[in-house]
Nanobody, 122 residues
């Protein structure tokens, strides 16, 4: 089992920035690729970004490419999502998840956090 706890969400104005963190405990963090997903009200959970086990490779959804950066620190068992130039459309609950590298389908991730709310106001 891997336990994941997200933090760093909040209310921010459009154009602003936030950094989300996801702290892992349990099984060896570096054994898993990590992903960030988000779910807005009335919408399905969607892929945002993923990073491989070592942190050397990343993938992003087109909607966040350039604006968001995923990173990880395996010494701290933590994955981050730096979000810049936030837009109202980025408003959602953001989840981190542990799974296999290259996977963008939520159902294929093994472990999930409880989520953190990000609200972008205009």
């Amino acid at each position: 089992q891997v336990q994941l706890v997200e933090s760093g969400g909040g209310l921010v104005q459009a154009g602003g920035s936030l950094r989300l963190s996801c702290a892992a405990s349990g099984r060896t963090f570096s054994n898993y690729a990590m992903g960030w997903f988000r779910q807005a009200p009335g919408k399905e959970r969607e892929f945002v970004a993923t990073i491989n086990r070592s942190g050397s490779s990343t993938r992003y959804a087109d909607s966040v490419k350039v604006r968001f950066t995923i990173s990880r620190d395996n010494t701290k068992n933590t994955v981050y999502l730096e979000m810049n130039s936030l837009e109202r459309e980025d408003t959602a609950v953001y989840y981190c998840a542990a799974g296999e590298w290259g996977v963008t389908t939520p159902s294929l991730y093994l472990y999930w956090g409880q989520g953190t709310q990000v609200t972008v106001s205009s």
